[in-house]
């Protein structure tokens, strides 16, 4: 499967994103999908994951509350709703998925896609 985050961009504290992650192929609906994040200098770190058919999530604690996945397979796509962004959110965002038999969800992933690129501004 191949991947495509987009939708980032330069937004005020406060704001909005939603950013979408597309997939290539038919089988979309067969792969758990999460979203991580790496500032400059930092380490990736992980922000949500979603199962196959979106019915569990799961978030890191740094974003509980602010950020919400979720997923249409007939799409093809999984969104991330970040709202009441600060500036400390400002990182690369990168949507990643794995291959599934079942519905739970997973925290590790085989498949990567490009980054975009989130700004919060002051």
């Known amino acids: 499967v191949q991947l495509q985050a987009c939708g980032g961009g330069l937004v005020q504290a406060g704001g909005s994103l939603r950013l979408s992650c597309a997939a290539s192929g038919r089988t979309f609906g067969y792969y758990g999908v999460g979203w991580f994040r790496q500032a400059p200098g930092r380490e990736r770190e992980f922000i949500a994951t979603?199962?196959?058919?979106?019915?569990?999530?799961r978030y890191a604690d740094f974003v509980k509350g602010r950020v919400t996945i979720s997923r249409d397979n007939a799409k093809n796509t999984v969104y991330l709703q970040m709202n009441k962004l600060k500036p400390e959110d400002t990182a690369v965002y990168y949507c990643?998925?794995?291959?599934?038999?079942?519905?739970?969800?997973?925290?590790?992933?085989?498949?990567w896609g490009h980054g975009t690129q989130v700004t919060v501004s002051s």
């Open positions: 979603i199962s196959r058919g979106g019915t569990v999530t």
């Open positions: 990643a998925a794995r291959s599934l038999i079942s519905g739970a969800i997973t925290y590790e992933f085989d498949y």
